[in-house]
Nanobody, 123 residues
């Protein structure tokens, strides 16, 4: 049974930082592109960042480029999202997902999803 479990969310003031983690089990982690998505209240789920199976390639939404950094540790079956200079508009539930193709940001590319972790940025 595949499980993706996010952690690290919380309440932070604008300008602060958070590091999200996603621990994976039940799949060959090193074979998957891993992605982060977010969903704000009343909005559709949107792509945030992705990292290739070997970690050598990364891909970001324009809205977070230079602000967020995705990384992975295949030995720990874990993917991370370092979020800096957080803004109130970054408030959302953040989801990690395991997908097949790198560079394809649509949700349909991702086979497995975590339950999400709430990130709230106060102004």
């Amino acid at each position: 049974q595949v499980q993706l479990v996010e952690s690290g969310g919380g309440l932070v003031q604008a300008g602060g930082s958070l590091r999200l983690s996603c621990a994976a089990s039940g799949l060959t982690f090193s074979s998957y592109t891993m992605g982060w998505f977010r969903q704000a209240p009343g909005k559709e789920r949107e792509f945030v960042a992705a990292i290739s199976w070997w970690g050598g390639n990364t891909y970001y939404a324009e809205s977070v480029k230079g602000q967020f950094t995705i990384s992975r540790d295949n030995a720990k079956n874990t993917v991370y999202l370092q979020m800096n200079s957080l803004k109130p508009e970054d408030t959302a539930v953040y989801y990690c997902a395991a997908g097949r193709l790198f560079g394809v940001p649509g949700t349909g590319n991702y086979d497995y999803w975590g339950q999400g972790t709430q990130v709230t940025v106060s102004s």
